[in-house]
């Protein structure tokens, strides 16, 4: 099973990692994140099936702090290539995206590429917050 969706900032990003570790009756098999301009791209892919209530509450969940994406074919070609094992640091130059995470999800990282930004622009951004 796998799960694609676009949130508005940080801080909901954060919040869909914390309900992943919260949660380890959900079999994740790994965690992308990508940063835009814009907002970030969460995908989560699980190791197998769960059942139709952890589906649904867990698309509640989601639902409530972004919305399903369809990326566009780079960031799709992007996402495909970290699935296929590909190098985080090869992806982003091939296809220009900011990968802040892929694997475990890991608070940590999203954190540290969160204050690295901010540090480097002087101000913090709305999708940042």
Known sequence: MEYLYYLANASLTLRVVQYLHGRPQMPVSFVTVIHQIDGWVVRIKLKGQVSPQVDGDF???LNELGISYEP??????????LEAGQCPVDVMRR???AIVSHGSPEREEIEAFRQQFVRGLGYCPETLA
């Not at 566009?72 to 290539?81: C, F």
């Open 59 to 61: 698309r509640a969940f």
């Open 72 to 81: 566009p074919m780079r960031v799709q070609m992007a996402l495909w290539s």
């Open 95 to 97: 296809y220009q995206v």
